[in-house]
């Protein structure tokens, strides 16, 4: 189960925070604790990309949901795509939303759901590309980026233990549409290679 100190953040009663939520698992367990754990002015953000056939799907399940838990909902489509690299556009335009969101609720903190599953495999990504020994240490917990910190509280937690812990303890609505792992541009290879080689990453934790 999810226990979430907001004090390690510096975060306080009276701080909004902006969650960046898709409608899968992950970020709704994210949104759902944060809603039901924190006395914080919850806002829920969300970029329909536009490119799958379920995207409006997420963006309506996602709005009833914020709308059953008054949760204030900020959604942003992106209509159209202009330049080659697909990846680097989609998420330029995707953090200028979010600071724009960040903004407008006079806001500090950018809570995503990248968990400890996303660390490993962004770690190997960036070792096939060489990347040099700063770059492996993957994604931080928490970052600055222009004058806000980006906060990935699930880092600690594997996927399986998300999944088996905060979703299955609060039986909450989340979307399990397949098309959603669309937008996730890793290396295939890397996921094949973490299935065939049946690595055990259940218990590993990279801080």
Known sequence: MLN???NKYNINNNDTII???SAGPDSMALLHYLKNNTKNNIICCHINHNVREESK????????????????????TIDNYT???????????RYNFYQEILNKYNSKHLFLAHHGDDQIETILMKITRGSDL??????????????????RPLQNYTKTE????EIKCHNFEWLDIPSL???????????????????????????
Request: with cysteine; hydrophobic share 35%; charged share 30%.
């Open 19 to 21: 969650v960046g939520c």
């Open 4 to 6: 979430i100190n907001l």
């Open 181 to 207: 792992n669309a937008l996730d541009f890793r290396p295939e290879f890397i996921k094949e290679k973490l299935i065939n080689q049946n690595y055990n990453f259940e218990h590993i934790i990279v801080k």
């Open 162 to 165: 998300n999944d088996k812990g």
């Open 57 to 76: 799907i997420e963006e309506n399940f996602l709005s009833n949901y914020c709308k059953n838990n008054n949760i204030i909902f900020e959604i942003m």
């Open 134 to 151: 700063e770059g492996y240490a993957g994604i931080k917990e928490i970052s600055k980026q222009n004058n806000f910190y980006i906060i």
């Open 83 to 93: 330049k080659n690299n697909f990846e680097n556009e989609a998420r330029e335009k």
